[in-house]
T-cell receptor, first 112, second 114 residues
Framework: AQSVSQHNHHVILSEAASLELGCNYS??????LFWYVQYPGQHLQLLLK??????LVKGIKGFEAEFIKSKFSFNLRKPSVQWSDTAEYFC??????????FGKGTKLSVKP | DTGVSQNPRHKITKRGQNVTFRCDPI?????LYWYRQTLGQGPEFLTY????????KSRLLSDRFSAERPKGSFSTLEIQRTEQGDSAMYLC????????????FGQGTRLTVV
C-alpha cells in the first residue's frame, strides 16, 4: 500500500530563514504528488502538484518542490519564510481511486 | 470561500447517538470524497463517490458508517451508535475527476463524542 512519510513534526524558524520540509513516499510506479497547506482555522489548500515533466515544481506563495524519483522524495522548499507561512503542511500522493494519501503533516511556526 | 461547504462545523454528541453530516461540493464536480482527520495525523480516506455511485470504501469505514450522494450533488455521512473513538474532524473534498485534478476541501465537521 502507498504511504507518505513526513520527517519533521514541528519546525520553528525565524522570518527570512529558508525552509525545507521532507516528504518521502512508498510507491515505486507513476505517482501524482501534492503539497497542501492548512492555515490556522482554515481549510486545506493546494500549494503545488507534480504529475510529470519538470521535476522542479513552482507553487503559490513562493513555494517550490523537487521530485527526486531515485530517492522517492518530494521535498517542499521556500527561500525565505514569512510569519504568514505559519501553518501545517501536508504532503500527499494520489491513490489508485483518485483519493489522496496524506502524511502526518509538519507544523511550521515562523517567529516574527 | 472554498466552494465546498460542510455542515455543521461542530457537533457534540453523547456516545451511542447517531449523527449526520452534510457536504455540498463545488457544483460541477462529479467526484466527492470523505476523509477523517484525528489529532496529529493527516487526513485518512474513508470513501468516495463518482456522481451518485459510491465506488470505494476504506477499511476505516466500519458498518456503523454510511454515506450517500442521492442525486450526485450533496452527500451525507451518517455515524450510528457513536463511540468516543469516532471523535475527529470529518473532511469532504470534491474534484472534477481522478488523478491529475485538484481536490478542493471543505472546512470540515469536528465531531466530539462524550
Amino acid at each position: 500500500a502507498q504511504s507518505v512519510s513526513q520527517h519533521n513534526h514541528h519546525v520553528i524558524l525565524s522570518e527570512a530563514a529558508s525552509l525545507e520540509l521532507g516528504c518521502n513516499y512508498s510507491y515505486g510506479g507513476t505517482v501524482n504528488l501534492f503539497w497542501y497547506v492548512q492555515y490556522p482555522g482554515q481549510h486545506l489548500q493546494l500549494l503545488l502538484k507534480y504529475f510529470s515533466g519538470d521535476p522542479l515544481v513552482k507553487g503559490i506563495k513562493g513555494f517550490e518542490a523537487e521530485f527526486i524519483k531515485s530517492k522517492f522524495s518530494f521535498n517542499l522548499r521556500k527561500p525565505s519564510v514569512q510569519w504568514s507561512d505559519t501553518a501545517e503542511y501536508f504532503c500527499a500522493v494520489g491513490g489508485s481511486q483518485g483519493n489522496l494519501i496524506f502524511g502526518k503533516g509538519t507544523k511550521l511556526s515562523v517567529k516574527p | 470561500d472554498t466552494g465546498v461547504s460542510q455542515n455543521p462545523r461542530h457537533k457534540i454528541t453523547k456516545r451511542g447517538q447517531n449523527v449526520t453530516f452534510r457536504c455540498d461540493p463545488i457544483s460541477e464536480h462529479n467526484r466527492l470524497y470523505w476523509y477523517r482527520q484525528t489529532l496529529g495525523q493527516g487526513p485518512e480516506f474513508l470513501t468516495y463517490f463518482q456522481n451518485e455511485a459510491q465506488l470505494e470504501k476504506s477499511r476505516l469505514l466500519s458498518d456503523r458508517f454510511s454515506a450517500e450522494r442521492p442525486k450526485g450533488s450533496f452527500s451525507t455521512l451518517e455515524i450510528q451508535r457513536t463511540e468516543q473513538g469516532d471523535s475527529a474532524m470529518y473532511l469532504c473534498a470534491s474534484s472534477l475527476g481522478q488523478g491529475r485534478t485538484e481536490a478542493f476541501f471543505g472546512q470540515g465537521t469536528r465531531l466530539t463524542v462524550v
